[in-house]
């Protein structure tokens, strides 16, 4: 059984030795972000590994400042989760390869304390769920191989 746990703890391990989540794309209104206003970003998940990940979802979650959405109702954000977290379709991300998901939204609901000069957390970001796959182990690393190697041999007479 080994080989198996020491495989089951590379996969469960996977995400924080081998993923980079990067928010992208942040829109905001002006200079600074208002109470009441929304803004809209993206996220990039980098696979930097050999696993595929599959049916990969994000959980998104606002602050005690924030409150986060992931859709639109004829162009315009739809109401906040009432959970104040979002989790998004599925989506795969090969090996050695990058997806964005999005656009999402959040509205400012609360100024952050600070005065207005101490930046804080308006959301995270994290995986929630994803199904691992060894099909680019497996099969994308085949290659021409010389050994091993066999030959037929026999004795050609002359006529």
């Not at 602050?63 to 162009?75: M, N, R």
């Not at 207005?116 to 995270?124: M, Q, V």
Request: charged content about 20%.
């Amino acid at each position: 059984m080994g080989a198996i746990q020491d495989l089951l703890d590379d996969i469960n391990a996977y995400p924080s030795e081998h993923v980079t989540l990067t928010i992208t794309n942040f829109e905001e209104p002006g200079t600074h972000i208002n109470v009441g206003e929304m803004c809209n970003f993206k996220v990039r998940v980098e696979n930097n590994g050999q696993l595929d990940l599959l049916n990969l979802k994000l959980h998104i979650r606002g602050t005690e400042f924030t409150s986060v959405s992931a859709d639109t109702i004829f162009g315009i954000p739809a109401p906040v989760s009432p959970s104040n977290s979002e989790i998004t379709t599925a989506r795969d991300v090969p090996a050695h390869s990058s997806i964005t998901f999005g656009p999402f939204f959040m509205r400012a609901d609360a100024a952050t304390p600070g005065g207005g000069t101490a930046d804080r957390d308006l959301f995270s970001v994290h995986i929630s769920t994803y199904d691992a796959s060894l099909h680019h182990v497996l099969r994308d690393h085949g290659h021409h191989a010389t050994a091993p190697e066999v030959a037929y041999n026999r004795h050609i007479h002359p006529v």
